[in-house]
């Protein structure tokens, strides 16, 4: 089965200042994909960013860019010029062909005027 | 991508009553999902919602406890029943166009406190 796992329950940064969630994850499949959800009070699920497996280059969407390592199954998030608006529970999700996806138990993040 | 409206939005129960949550998606999808989300924590999908067919449940979820419909394409519920105040949570619908690679999107998600 695949599991998720967010090791860091909380994280800080300072407003402006770059900050990376790290997220670490089990399979034994070759195709799949990974991503990041933000989810605000509001409670909405935000999809952040994504990633495909087969892809070697890192995706990158405005002030969020991700580090995936496929060898060692990591998949971390950086946020660079960190908002107030920033501020939400970070979930890393896996997905492979055909079935759901799975999700990390959460990085909550807070931003610091 | 897909809008997706999901009501109530939130609701307060009393126990042993059931409540249906309702989904509408603004077009075709392939795959339906239900999620439960306690309080604090992440996300655990209930079953996946087949169009035609039986919902696929996942372990720990049976379907006395939480039926689920899907008449069509765009459309889905999920009962609660007989509930107790341990199913107070958040429950969330989410769609994906496709099997593959494109991410699922999330309604907003219906709040349900039981008392």
């Known amino acids: 089965a695949q599991t998720v796992t967010q090791s860091q329950p909380e994280m800080s940064v300072q407003e402006a200042e770059t900050v990376t969630l790290s997220c670490t994850y089990d399979?034994?499949?070759?195709?799949?994909?990974l991503f990041w959800y933000k989810q605000p009070p509001s409670r909405q699920m935000i999809l952040v960013i994504r990633?495909?497996?087969?892809?070697?280059q890192n995706a990158t969407e405005n002030r969020f860019s991700v580090n995936f390592q496929k060898a060692a199954k990591s998949f971390s998030l950086k946020i660079s010029d960190s908002q107030l608006g920033d501020a939400a529970m970070y979930f890393c999700?896996?997905?492979?062909?055909?079935?759901?996806?799975?999700f990390g138990a959460g990085t909550r993040l807070t931003v610091k005027p | 991508s897909a809008v997706i409206s999901q009501k109530p939005s939130r609701d307060i129960c009393q126990r042993g009553t059931s409540l249906t949550i309702q989904c509408q998606v603004d077009?075709?999808?392939?795959?339906m999902f239900w999620y439960r989300q306690q309080p604090g924590q992440s996300l655990t999908l209930i079953a996946t919602?087949?169009?035609?067919?039986?919902?696929?449940?996942e372990s720990g979820f049976v379907i006395d406890k939480f039926p689920i419909s899907r008449p069509n394409l765009t459309f889905s519920t999920l009962t609660v029943s007989n509930m107790s105040p341990e199913d107070s949570s958040i429950y969330l619908c989410?769609?994906?166009?496709?099997?593959?690679?494109?991410?699922?999107?999330f309604g907003d998600g219906t709040r349900l406190s039981i008392l």
């Open positions: 399979t034994s499949e070759s195709d799949y994909y």
């Open positions: 999700a896996y997905r492979s062909a055909g079935n759901d996806m799975r």
């Open positions: 077009s075709q999808v392939t795959m």
């Open positions: 989410s769609v994906s166009r496709d099997s593959n690679n494109q991410p699922q999107h």
């Open positions: 990633q495909e497996a087969y892809k070697q």
């Open positions: 919602a087949n169009q035609g067919s039986e919902a696929t449940y």
